[in-house]
């Protein structure tokens, strides 16, 4: 619990042993439930993430979306953080990050790793991100600095109207356009420290990055339909006074 709110952090994780024993260093024990998505990792991931006492779902379907999707719908918190398994993410910025939540009362916060100057990241890369950022632009009509950032802290309450339609690397770009485009919603990019990643990435530049694109122009143009939401509304939960940390 931090402040009076159930904290779920969901992980997707294909082969992430190494990084799993990173987060578990450092990760703050106030986390109510960890989530590891898994799919057939061929290393250790699932007996690691046992070992802490976090909960591992089997996911037979591949793909980075279709991860997330499934650990989200079993995600029970009030308050929802993502992150990759690969020990990238700062664990010690969850607070700091979920003070700025509640105090400022934002829903959604996408985090953003190009503020991050050494940040361990090739041309391409960089390249791509900030392509994907001027069409998010052009399309959707909002600023953001990074769009591909899988770190972000949310109300679950948002999962029962957002339109989550991607199975692939796209689900990141995805969820961001919904929080920044659904009316009444409060969303924000926050900078954060990134790390060096552990093992290999399953990112393919080239493939993911114009795919990426292209799913951007077809989710504007309605091309994608409607998704099932991840939650029901009624699982929503009543708004809480505001509380003192735990
Ligand atoms: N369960 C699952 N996790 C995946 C899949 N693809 C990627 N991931 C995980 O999603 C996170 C992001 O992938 P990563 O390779 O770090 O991408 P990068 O951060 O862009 O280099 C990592 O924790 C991966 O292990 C997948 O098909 N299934
Ligand atoms: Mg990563």
């Not at 106030?30 to 993430?49: F, K």
Request: hydrophobic residues 40%; aromatic residues 12%.
């Amino acid at each position: 619990m931090y402040q009076n709110k159930r904290i779920s952090l969901i992980m997707p994780c294909l082969d992430e042993e190494k990084g799993l024993h990173q987060i578990a260093r450092d990760l703050p024990a106030w986390v109510d439930q960890v989530i590891v998505v898994d799919n057939d990792s061929t290393d250790q991931t699932a007996a690691v993430a046992r070992s802490f006492g976090w909960t591992v779902i089997s996911e037979t379907r591949r793909g980075y979306g279709r991860a997330y999707k499934t650990g989200l719908a079993a995600a029970t918190g009030d308050i929802i953080v993502t992150m990759d398994g690969d020990g990238t993410y700062p664990r010690n910025f969850i607070p700091v990050l979920l003070d700025v939540m509640l105090d400022e009362d934002i829903d959604f916060i996408s985090c953003d790793r190009t503020g991050h100057k050494d940040r361990p990241s090739s041309f391409l890369r960089v390249f791509g991100n900030d392509v994907l950022n001027v069409f998010i632009f052009l399309l959707y009509w909002f600023r953001i600095h990074d769009s591909q950032s899988g770190m972000w802290v949310f109300k679950r309450e948002l999962l029962a109207r957002m339109n989550l339609t991607s199975d692939g690397m796209a689900f990141s770009e995805e969820i961001k356009v919904e929080a920044f485009s659904l009316p009444g919603v409060h969303a924000r990019e926050l900078v954060i420290y990134y790390h060096e990643r552990h093992g290999e990435s399953k990112l393919n530049i080239w493939r993911d990055g114009f795919y990426n694109l292209w799913f951007l122009f077809k989710k504007r143009f309605g091309l994608l339909g409607r998704a099932e939401p991840l939650i029901a509304r009624s699982e929503t939960p009543a708004p809480t006074l505001a509380a003192t940390r735990e």
